[in-house]
């Protein structure tokens, strides 16, 4: 069965770096990847979503690379700052059904 | 408010207890579905509608029955719950199926299976 695969370990960072999160995968090719924010208490929030013949998007800050080669995507948050600070899922899919990871910590200190 | 919401916010009930959860969307959106969110766990997929018709039953217990009356509202009756089933339960919807767009969820349903 498919497995998706973020750090368990929270990622504490300083306020002004890049913070970058991996989500791998094994036993899928997903069409599509996509990326949530979820703060405690509140159901996760849609970021970007990247598709297979897709190398990078960006949004503002974010950036996300997408190698199915390597089965693994990339995360990225610029120039971060405190309010950054929540927990990020990676989400893979094919048309109707995606598959959530469980998530990475991300601490952006002052 | 994200466009999805969910009644109640949190939720204590008796292993003997009827209730049920409601999630109502006014995105236009097409696609609605339940997800059980436990600590430290991935999301897990329940149900799914389309065009309020079921689509999707992941293997969830019988004691979980979902109901979709119109395309805008989605509920999860819960009867006969265990202390396991203790979660977040979301409510999410999109566009279509495929959720190019992305899921708009709800903020959840705390429960609390006593």
């Known amino acids: ?110 | 408010e994200t466009g999805v919401t969910q009644t109640p916010r949190h939720l204590v009930m008796g292993m003997t207890n009827k209730k049920s959860l409601k999630c109502e969307q006014h995105l236009g959106h097409n696609a609605m579905y339940w997800y059980k969110q436990s600590a430290k766990k991935p999301l897990e997929l329940m149900f799914v509608y389309s065009l309020e018709e079921r689509v999707e039953n992941n293997s969830v217990p019988s004691r979980f029955s979902p109901e979709c009356p119109n395309s805008s509202h989605l509920f999860l009756h819960l009867h006969t719950l265990q202390p396991e089933d203790s979660a977040l339960y979301l409510c999410a919807s999109s566009q279509d199926l495929q959720a190019s767009g992305g899921y708009t969820f709800g903020s959840g349903t705390r429960l609390t299976v006593v």
Do not use: M
């Open chain 1, 1 to 110: 069965s498919q497995k998706i695969e973020q750090n368990s370990e929270a990622l504490n960072i300083q306020e002004g770096k890049t913070a970058t999160l991996t989500c791998n995968y094994t036993n899928y090719s997903p069409a599509y990847l996509q990326w949530y924010r979820q703060d405690p208490g509140r159901g996760p929030v849609f970021l970007l979503l990247i598709r297979e013949n897709e190398k990078e998007k960006r949004k503002e800050r974010l950036k996300v690379t997408f190698d199915t080669t390597l089965k693994q995507s990339l995360f990225h948050i610029t120039a971060s700052q405190p309010a950054d600070s929540a927990t990020y899922l990676c989400a893979l899919g094919n048309f109707n059904k995606f598959y959530f990871g469980s998530g990475t910590k991300l601490n952006v200190k002052p």
